[in-house]
């Protein structure tokens, strides 16, 4: 695709439930990160990837969060048992070795 | 204490002002230095990318490097309210992974 894509765009579930975050990396970007703006609150770093490998992994908040990558291109983010501070628009980024990181449009979790 | 550090704001000033906004940062390794807006509701996007030292300018935009003093500037003059946005520095050594700032939120007032 033309850009970095995000799916769903807006999630709302209920306290308690599992969600799945998706990112779809501009093509041939190797490197992909996750970031989390809660309202009012400035970018925080959750996990970064080079290929399928997560060098950096340090700014997941909790062992509900887990992100995978596979065959270098689409990442997963997912929530376990979600709580209701895990409201927040989740921006995922892709970048290659001599470019600048591109984002996505985020997907904004609400959880009720 | 994080690589780079970001004052959050807000920061408010009225129209037609000179507007600064700043990062530190630790790593002195960094080479390449950005800075992104972000329109609520919307992904940041690129505004200025520069490379090393010195200043870059792009209409009413300006970016300065001093690596010396591992500080980084935009200023944006004859600011407008369509500058109203948040403004997110970012940099990187000369491989993959970026560095984000927080981001500043800027208001500027009619």
């Known amino acids: 695709g033309a850009g970095v894509s995000q799916s769903p765009s807006n999630k709302v579930t209920e306290k308690g439930k599992d969600v799945e975050l998706r990112c779809d990396p501009i093509?041939?970007?190797?490197?992909l990160y996750w970031y989390r703006q809660s309202l009012g609150q400035g970018l925080e770093f959750l996990i970064y990837?080079?290929?399928?490998?997560?060098?950096?992994k340090s700014g997941l908040p909790s062992d509900r969060f887990s992100a995978e990558r596979t065959g270098g291109s689409v990442s997963t983010l997912t929530i376990q048992r979600t709580q209701q501070e895990d409201s927040a628009v989740y921006l995922c980024?892709?970048?290659?070795?001599?470019?600048?990181?591109?984002f996505g449009q985020g997907t904004r979790l609400t959880v009720v | 204490q994080k690589e780079v550090e970001q004052d959050p704001g807000p920061l408010s000033v009225p129209e037609g002002a000179i507007v600064s906004l700043n990062c530190t940062y630790s790593n002195s390794a960094f080479q390449y230095f950005m800075w992104y807006r972000q329109y609520s509701r919307k992904g940041p996007e690129l505004l200025m990318y520069?490379?090393?030292?010195g200043n870059k300018e792009d209409g009413r935009f300006t970016a300065q490097v001093d690596k010396s003093s591992k500080y980084i500037s935009l200023f944006i003059r004859d600011s407008q309210p369509s500058d109203s946005a948040t403004y997110l520095c970012a940099m990187k050594t000369g491989g993959f992974k970026t560095i984000f700032g927080a981001g500043t939120r800027l208001f500027v007032k009619a």
């Open positions: 980024a892709s970048s290659s070795y001599n470019t600048e990181a591109f």
């Open positions: 990837f080079q290929g399928n490998s997560a060098p950096d």
């Open positions: 520069t490379y090393s030292s």
């Open positions: 093509s041939g970007h190797t490197a």
